[in-house]
T-cell receptor, first 115, second 110 residues
Framework: DAGVIQSPRHEVTEMGQEVTLRCKPI?????LFWYRQTMMRGLELLIY????????DSGMPEDRFSAKMPNASFSTLKIQPSEPRDSAVYFC?????????????FGPGTRLTVT | SQQGEEDPQALSIQEGENATMNCSYK?????LQWYRQNSGRGLVHLIL?????REKHSGRLRVTLDTSKKSSSLLITASRAADTASYFC??????????FGAGTILRVKS
């Protein structure tokens, strides 16, 4: 299995531009998570999906952030418009959720720099 | 807010020594997990311990859980330079999502 795939690996954009991050979870996994990691705030859960349905988006910082999962093999995280404070590493993770416990498999991350 | 808090924030040891990292949390949990992150990479799952377990082993890793003190420890025995990484505990409190701590940065000097 190729693991969780994220693209792009690096993104540099100017303030005000739209940014779209992409994720392909591990085949057969039914849960998908988007995280943001910064030195100041650590690893933050932004949103997660079960069976393609958003379950908890309480971590999404603002309306500028949106996430979709149109099918079991693809998800996007969009920031529009982007701001310098959005600069971070964004991780996607997936898991096969079995009641009570599961481990998450992380992608390599997308390093976003907003200038 | 973070559920788990690791201690120490950073740890530097010599190759061959043991490394111990601690994690404290605030609420009741279903299980607690430890992850490793190498620089510039995603997190990798190391071990999961259920709330009704007290100790678990996996290779050179030993994890303990004390639910009365709401704390866990990760012991890496006979450390290697390749163990240099950040280590995070993550708590599963509601069976829905993991909450990660701030992490311990481990440096193993050869």
């Amino acid at each position: 299995d190729a693991g969780v795939i994220q693209s792009p690996r690096h993104e540099v954009t100017e303030m005000g531009q739209e940014v779209t991050l992409r994720c392909k979870p591990i085949s057969g996994h039914n849960s998908l998570f988007w995280y943001r990691q910064t030195m100041m705030r650590g690893l933050e859960l932004l949103i997660y999906f079960n069976n393609n349905v958003p379950i908890d988006d309480s971590g999404m910082p603002e309306d500028r952030f949106s996430a979709k999962m149109p099918n079991a093999s693809f998800s996007t995280l969009k920031i529009q418009p982007s701001e310098p404070r959005d600069s971070a590493v964004y991780f996607c993770a997936s898991s096969l959720r079995i009641t009570g416990e599961y481990e998450q498999y992380f992608g390599p991350g997308t390093r976003l720099t907003v200038t | 807010s973070q559920q788990g808090e690791e201690d120490p924030q950073a740890l530097s040891i010599q190759e061959g020594e043991n490394a111990t990292m601690n994690c404290s949390y605030k609420t009741s949990i279903n299980n607690l997990q430890w992850y490793r992150q190498n620089s510039g990479r995603g997190l990798v799952h190391l071990i999961l311990i259920r709330s009704n377990e007290r100790e678990k082993h996996s290779g050179r890793l030993r994890v303990t859980l004390d639910t009365s003190k709401k704390s866990s420890s990760l012991l890496i025995t006979a450390s290697r330079a390749a163990d240099t990484a950040s280590y995070f505990c993550a708590t599963d409190a509601k069976g829905n999502k993991l909450v990660f701590g701030a992490g311990t940065i481990l440096r193993v000097k050869s």
